[in-house]
């Protein structure tokens, strides 16, 4: 196990006075903070045990895991490529009436996709998919610390994903998710 994460930001007292807050936490707290550990004891809680403001503590969610071994080369890899076999876009597909672009005009494109490795997450995909079915048909992703919310903007504003390939694009496309895979990668694996 590596050594005992920290933050970079001098500590302070935000109650204006005395000796400054440690901001240190070990690798077992901060993985003891991921959405994957805590959820699993509050997702099965019963009503009774929660205030009458509330029907329950966590919102309806399905962890999807273990990720692929080559996820994170993913995550990392320069550009936005989708895995192989991850569906459509559904932000992104076009309408029934709208034409698809002739292929001709894509020549640079593919000539900068075909440079970069393809990735393919079957399994991935399926239980993404099956995710997405058994939360109504539309989810909102998030890596075991944040979610994409600096993402939006390459999926109509919105977090919602209705498909593998959104879920993707929010993913890929984050700062957020991308610094947290990182300090992950880092200092814990």
């Known amino acids: 196990m590596a050594a005992p994460a920290t933050t970079t930001t001098e500590p302070t007292n935000i109650s204006g006075g005395g000796n400054p807050l440690p901001l240190e936490a070990s690798c077992e707290e901060l993985l003891e903070c991921q959405f994957s550990s805590w959820f ?9 045990d929660c205030d009458d403001r509330r029907s329950n503590v966590t919102i309806k969610s399905q962890l999807v895991s273990p990720l ?23 932000s992104c597909a076009p309408n029934e009436q709208e034409q698809q672009p002739d292929d001709s005009s894509c020549d640079d494109q593919q000539s900068n996709d075909s440079e970069q ?12 998919e099956e995710a997405i079915e058994a939360l109504g048909g539309s989810v909102v992703p998030k890596l075991n610390w944040s979610a994409p919310k600096d993402a939006t903007w390459v999926n109509e504003g919105t977090l ?9 694009l929010l993913l890929k496309s984050s700062d957020f998710c991308l610094h947290d895979w990182q300090v992950f990668q880092e200092n814990i694996y």
């Open 117 to 128: 490795k393809q990735f393919s997450f079957p399994q991935l995909n399926q239980q993404i």
């Open 160 to 168: 919602k994903c209705k498909t593998p390939g959104d879920v993707y």
């Open 40 to 48: 699993p004891t509050f997702r099965h809680l019963d009503r009774s």
């Open 68 to 90: 692929p071994a080559d996820f994170s080369d993913f995550l990392l890899a320069d550009g936005i490529r989708l895995p192989e076999g991850a569906t459509r876009l559904s």
